[in-house]
């Protein structure tokens, strides 16, 4: 009985741990931090950074001194032959004797040593891998700029979805109330059939908007979980109303922050790209250098008529050398003129591209204000009409049970609140993602 007992406890503790894993409820605050940290580009982008870090290490260490080690081992089965005049053997002039100058077999070691001592292209090298790394935060800086944005857009569709549903539910009860008062008063004889029809016709078009939005939740959840990086079939719980954060984003001062373009990523990573021309440029000149390398490298061989390299008798014959290489370009037939001249047009493209993402960037600020001053308007506005039609609705039910207004009246009244009703969500919506928009392109 006590096992029994222990078992229960046990089970109960672990389904409740595991409720808590998959059923984890977030603010949007929260999901976004969530995000920034799990999500698939995020985490990529953080490893771009890293790669390029790497990388800036790889190009610094080839200017570095590099070691590197031979051991060569040969069997000549077929030894070459060189022809001697024979008369350096005491032969006849004019004959040759075949002489074999070498013993079949033969091992050598060397260990090399080369030091770069100037080459134009590595100091551009070395120079470049900081605008890569400059580059690689600044991607990240978008990825995490993209992350938020779609983390708000998705969140806002989720409870935008659950308020459909909500709101179509509730009116799906109250057109089933009044399609069953109003069956009832038809089938007494004191209502046309054409009433009957006109509920019939409202409630099946809102039972499927419901079943859609349904669907619709489902799927916008699963969206917002693949966000933020999470398996899209957890049952991911949203802490947040839809209506009290859509008045949290209200705040029409913000399009009068000051606006810094050295702020937004946007210019920045058209920046990166000036830079990487202009490195591009150098290393075209730097191709005109001379490049100078030092090296030098100790070595031993041995040779026998079979392999007896490792007995301690076997004679070993040292030898050492050091030296320097220079190579001095001369004449390429213009081909390196032809690169340098490309380089400079690239860099020309990139600043002409730069000054056309600057002027963007404003009309793309002045839009997201105009954009966000809308919505907050749209806001406001929608709330009075969905207010106006909440009224109307009632007043039509009212006159409708009385008999002074048609089922047509009725459906006009309801068709027209629902819409309301849609629009009011939707604005809602509407000013979270504007004030994102903005936000991302003032880096605020």
């Not at 009985?1 to 672990?14: A, C, D, E, G, Q």
């Not at 029809?197 to 859609?212: A, D, G, H, P, R």
């Not at 001369?330 to 032809?338: G, P, Q, V």
Request: charged share 20%.
């Amino acid at each position: 009985m006590n096992f029994y007992r222990l078992f229960i406890i046990l089970f109960s503790v672990s389904f409740c741990s595991f409720s808590q894993e998959t059923n984890v409820g977030y603010t949007l605050n929260e999901a976004i931090a969530f995000a920034l940290e799990n999500n698939y580009s995020a985490v990529n982008a953080e490893r771009d950074i890293t790669d390029a870090q790497k990388q800036k290490w790889e190009t610094i260490a080839a200017g570095l001194p590099q070691i590197t080690a031979d051991v060569n081992y040969q069997n000549q089965l077929k030894q070459p032959v060189s022809l001697i005049p024979a008369e350096f053997f005491g032969g006849e002039p004019g004959e040759f004797q075949a002489v074999v100058f070498s013993l079949p077999q033969q091992a050598s070691a060397t260990a090399t040593v080369r030091q770069q001592i100037f080459d134009g292209s590595y100091i551009v090298g070395v120079q470049a891998t900081k605008a890569f790394l400059s580059y690689s935060r600044n991607n990240k800086e978008k990825t995490q700029q993209d992350v938020r944005k779609a983390v708000v857009e998705a969140y806002g569709n989720v409870l935008l979805a659950q308020e459909s549903v909500t709101i179509l539910q509730k009116n799906l009860d109250a057109l089933q109330s009044n399609l069953f008062e109003t069956q009832k008063l038809y089938d007494n004889g004191l209502a046309e059939e054409e009433n009957v029809e006109q509920l019939q016709i409202t409630f099946s078009t809102v039972e499927s908007q419901l079943k859609n939005a349904e669907r619709l939740e489902k799927i916008t959840l699963q969206m917002l979980n693949l966000i933020m990086g999470l398996p899209i079939e957890d049952q991911t719980q949203l802490k947040e109303d839809l209506n009290d954060l859509a008045q949290a984003y209200v705040d029409p001062t913000v399009i009068d922050t000051p606006f810094s373009m050295e702020n937004n990523v946007d210019y920045k990573l058209a920046n990166n790209l000036n830079e990487q021309r202009y490195f591009e440029l150098k290393l075209a000149k730097s191709r005109a250098l001379p490049t100078l390398n030092a090296f030098a490298n100790y070595g031993t061989a041995a040779f026998s008529n079979s392999f007896s390299f490792f007995n301690g008798d076997q004679q070993w014959f040292d030898s050492s050398i050091l030296g320097f290489d220079l190579s001095i370009p001369i004449f390429s037939s213009l081909k390196r003129s032809a690169s340098t001249q490309r380089a400079k047009i690239a860099l020309e493209k990139a600043k002409t591209q730069l000054t056309e993402i600057e002027e963007s960037i404003r009309l793309q600020l002045e839009k997201a204000k105009s954009d966000y001053l809308l919505a907050i308007e749209q806001y406001a506005t929608t709330q009075k009409n969905l207010n106006l039609a909440e009224r109307i609705e009632q007043k039509n039910q009212i006159k409708y049970k009385e008999g002074i207004a048609t089922s047509f009246d009725l459906r006009q009244a309801q068709t027209q609140l629902y819409t309301a009703q849609q629009e009011y969500l939707q604005s809602m919506v509407d000013v979270i993602n504007t004030k994102t928009e903005l936000e991302v392109i003032a880096n605020n």
